[in-house]
């Protein structure tokens, strides 16, 4: 309706033009030369330093309503990223190269913002896309939020009430320790988190970057993790890398879910585990002594 009263009054002007009509007094006969030009169309882009009461799985406008870190929240964008190269007509799915860009770009933005490397304690991380909507409406950015973990066998986000940034430098009670591992046969079945002074048969020695191979062909071959675990130790406990390690120590190793795997994560996390007895303090730096070959 507006467009058709616009085109009605232009063309009464015109009209009166072509019969010969003066202009009106104080104007120039130009009806858009003092119009200041239209603003070009923003995208929202969400802030970094942010935290939310949810986590989310994709970036919906609607469901965006951040809060100070300080309140109860389960998720923190810690940066905030542009995919401006990556084409297509909705966002990138996972195992897509703008996919595994922008969790490359979120690892490392996570771990200086973090103060360490986050898998190795109880923290998360998630690459939050736009939605189809946005993105067809030119939105290009993509969320890096971390998430404090309930436990190593329940990854469930908690609630916080202070922000994650530089949580991991120095000694922190979200990095992995040593746990009271519980197994059956050669399967483990629970890893309990326990201070290392009480008695324990496994500890977090650090991450083994798997090799850039395709998630069945990683399933094929767990040999290679706990070979890669084994040098991992190694070097935690201060014991020669040689084959007589694996008299010294036994491996478990927990592994990225197949979505992260192809999203580009190849961190697997590595734990040392003694069979034969119980062990009341920390194997870092322990030495051979500490770890005898049986």
Known sequence: ?????????????????????????????????????????????????????????????????????AQPHRAETLHVGTLDDVAGTSP???????????????????????????????????????SPQAWTGGARWFRCDAHELQGLDTPIPVRRTDSLSGS??????????????????????????VKCSAGHRSEFAGIWRAPDTSWSAFLKDTGRAHRGCRSTIARFAKVPDDGNLQYRVGTIFYHPSEDEWRSGNRGVQCFLWISDRTLTRSMKGAGPQALPIT
């Open 92 to 130: 990138p799915k996972t195992g897509s190269a703008g996919m595994r860009t922008a969790f490359g770009e979120c690892d490392r933005r996570a771990r200086a913002a973090l103060g360490g490397d986050w898998r190795g304690a109880r923290i998360g991380i998630s690459v939050v896309l736009p």
């Open 168 to 193: 991991l430098d120095g000694s922190s009670k979200l990095r992995h320790g040593c746990f009271d591992a519980k197994t059956e046969g050669d399967d483990v079945t629970e890893m309990v988190a």
């Open 1 to 69: 309706m507006r467009r058709w009263l616009t085109g009605v009054a232009l063309g009464a002007v015109v009209t009166t033009t072509l019969l010969g009509c003066t202009k009106p007094a104080g104007t120039d006969g130009d009806l858009v030369d003092g119009w200041a030009p239209m603003a070009a169309p923003t995208v929202f882009t969400p802030e970094a330093g942010t935290c939310h009461a949810r986590p989310q799985d994709v970036g919906y406008l609607s469901a965006y309503a951040p809060v100070d870190c």
